[in-house]
Nanobody, 123 residues
Framework: QVQLVESGGDSVQTGRSLRLSCTASGAAYAVNSVAWFRQAVGKAREGVASRSRQRDVDYSDSVVGRFSISEDPYKHIWYLQMNNLKPEDSAMYYC?????????????????WGQGTQVAVSS
């Protein structure tokens, strides 16, 4: 079992930056890929960034060039750096972990999920 805890969500104005953190515990050594998803009210959960243990990454078109996913492998922490935030980035952000070796933005590819951290961007 892997436990994931997200942190770093906040309310900010358009154009500002935030860094989200996802801390893994338990069988974190078994995690081969981590992704960040988000879900706005009334919308489906969407993948925004993913990173494999081989350091391959994938981003959704809506965040490419603004968001960056990184990892501290010694602390089992994954980060999502979000720059130039827009109101449409407002959502609950979830960290997910899985055993797949390639990055993926597909919900069903992940076995473990955190409880989420809220991001609100005002214009």
């Amino acid at each position: 079992q892997v436990q994931l805890v997200e942190s770093g969500g906040d309310s900010v104005q358009t154009g500002r930056s935030l860094r989200l953190s996802c801390t893994a515990s338990g069988a974190a050594y078994a995690v081969n890929s981590v992704a960040w998803f988000r879900q706005a009210v009334g919308k489906a959960r969407e993948g925004v960034a993913s990173r494999s243990r081989q350091r391959d990454v994938d981003y959704s078109d809506s965040v490419v060039g603004r968001f960056s996913i990184s990892e501290d492998p010694y602390k089992h922490i994954w980060y999502l750096q979000m720059n130039n935030l827009k109101p449409e980035d407002s959502a609950m952000y979830y960290c997910a972990a899985g055993s797949n070796w390639s990055p993926s933005l597909t919900v069903s590819d992940y076995d473990y999920w955190g409880q989420g951290t809220q991001v609100a961007v005002s214009s």
